[in-house]
Nanobody, 122 residues
């Protein structure tokens, strides 16, 4: 059974940093596209970042501030978030596709974690 478990969320002041982790179990995802999405209250889930191999992709709103990377030995995906802003406040989800092509559409991902809350105070 595939399971994705996010951790690392919390409350941080604007300008601060957090690192999110997504530990995968039940399968190895070293050859799968993986990504991060977020959902703020009253808004739709939106793309944050994705990667396959060493190729990474970012939403314009986080480019230059967030870094996605993975540790295949630990089957874990990370999102380093720096220079956080109040508008980054949301529940963050990791997701995996049964494909090598990373996309920005949430519906194209096959597995999801339960989410971790990130709150940035201004």
């Amino acid at each position: 059974q595939v399971q994705l478990v996010e951790s690392g969320g919390g409350l941080v002041q604007a300008g601060g940093s957090l690192r999110l982790s997504c530990a995968a179990s039940g399968r190895t995802f070293s050859r799968n596209a993986m990504g991060w999405f977020r959902q703020a209250p009253g808004k739709e889930r939106e793309f944050v970042s994705a990667m396959i191999g060493t190729s990474t992709y970012y939403a314009d709103s986080v480019k230059g501030r967030f870094t996605i990377y993975r540790d295949n030995a630990k089957n874990t995906l990370y999102l380093q978030m720096n220079s956080l802003k109040s508008e980054d406040t949301a529940v963050y989800y990791c997701a995996v596709r049964n494909s090598i092509i990373p996309v920005s559409t949430p519906g194209e991902y096959d597995y999801w974690g339960q989410g971790t809350q990130v709150t940035v105070s201004s």
